[in-house]
C-alpha cells in the first residue's frame, strides 16, 4: 500500500468520527455554531498549493484530531504539523482545547506535551491520546486564540495583545491569527522583540492550509 493511500484512508478515518465526536443533544438537521467550528478545525491539512506558487513558503501538512470524546467541558484536540518531507518528526505538536466564553466567543486554548516526539503520528490513531488527561499537560498561558463567527463560511481569531510570552530566536512574545473554513485553514504566527519589529514568522502572510480529502 502507497504512503499516499495510507494517509488517504487515515484522513477517511478521522473525518468518519468527526461527526460522531462532535454530535452534541441538538435538535435534528441542526448543529451549534460551537460544534461546527470544532468540526472544521479537525482533519488533515496541506500548504502544498501555496509552496508551489510561492517559494517562500514551506510544504506543510497539518493534522488536528479530536481527543477525549467523553469529556465534557468543551472540546479538545491533538494538533501536529511537519514538513511533508519528514512527517514522521513534526516540528510543533500541541494540544487546543475549544470552549466556548459566551453566546458568541470562544477560545482556543494552547497545551504542550511532555516529550511530545513520542505521539508523532498520533493523529492517525482511532484513540489518539487516550491514556493522556488534561492534567499531565502544560498550558501556554496567554497564547489562547479567541474566536468568533464572520459569517457563515468562516470563524476567525487571534491572540490577544502581547499576552502570549515567547523567547524563541530573539523574541518576547508571539501573535497568532486564524480563520477557519470548510476548507481552508489560514494560520499567521510571528514572533517579535520588545520593539515590536518581527523577528520570526511568515512575512507576507499567514499560510494558506488546504483540507486534504
Known amino acids: 500500500m502507497t504512503g499516499r493511500r495510507i494517509i488517504l484512508?487515515?484522513?477517511?478515518?478521522?473525518?468518519?468520527?468527526?461527526?460522531?465526536?462532535?454530535?452534541?443533544?441538538?435538535?435534528?438537521?441542526?448543529?451549534?455554531?460551537?460544534?461546527?467550528?470544532?468540526?472544521?478545525?479537525?482533519?488533515?491539512?496541506?500548504?502544498?498549493?501555496?509552496?508551489?506558487?510561492?517559494?517562500?513558503?514551506?510544504?506543510?501538512?497539518?493534522?488536528?484530531?479530536r481527543i477525549w470524546p467523553d469529556r465534557t467541558d468543551g472540546v479538545w484536540l491533538y494538533v501536529e504539523q511537519a514538513a511533508a518531507s519528514s512527517m514522521a518528526q513534526p516540528y510543533r505538536q500541541r494540544v487546543y482545547h475549544l470552549i466556548k466564553t459566551d453566546s458568541v466567543t470562544y477560545r482556543s486554548d494552547v497545551f504542550t506535551l511532555e516529550e511530545p516526539l513520542r505521539f508523532a503520528g498520533a493523529w492517525r490513531e482511532s484513540d489518539p491520546m487516550v491514556a493522556l488527561s488534561p492534567d499531565s499537560l502544560a498550558e501556554k498561558a496567554g497564547c489562547g486564540i479567541t474566536l468568533h463567527k464572520e459569517s457563515d463560511?468562516?470563524?476567525?481569531?487571534?491572540?490577544?495583545?502581547?499576552?502570549?510570552?515567547?523567547?524563541?530566536?530573539?523574541?518576547?512574545?508571539?501573535?497568532?491569527?486564524?480563520?477557519?473554513t470548510p476548507s481552508t485553514l489560514f494560520s499567521w504566527d510571528r514572533g517579535w522583540n520588545d520593539?515590536?519589529?518581527?523577528?520570526?514568522?511568515a512575512e507576507k502572510g499567514g499560510y494558506v492550509f488546504r483540507r486534504v480529502m
Open 153 to 180: 463560511s468562516a470563524y476567525v481569531g487571534t491572540t490577544v495583545d502581547k499576552a502570549c510570552l515567547n523567547d524563541w530566536g530573539e523574541a518576547t512574545y508571539a501573535t497568532s491569527e486564524v480563520r477557519v
Open 195 to 201: 520593539k515590536d519589529e518581527q523577528v520570526w514568522g
Open 9 to 65: 484512508l487515515a484522513v477517511l478515518s478521522v473525518v468518519a468520527v468527526i461527526f460522531v465526536a462532535c454530535s452534541t443533544e441538538e435538535p435534528a438537521g441542526q448543529i451549534s455554531d460551537f460544534n461546527r467550528l470544532a468540526i472544521w478545525m479537525q482533519g488533515l491539512y496541506s500548504s502544498h498549493d501555496q509552496s508551489v506558487e510561492d517559494s517562500s513558503y514551506f510544504d506543510i501538512r497539518l493534522a488536528m484530531v
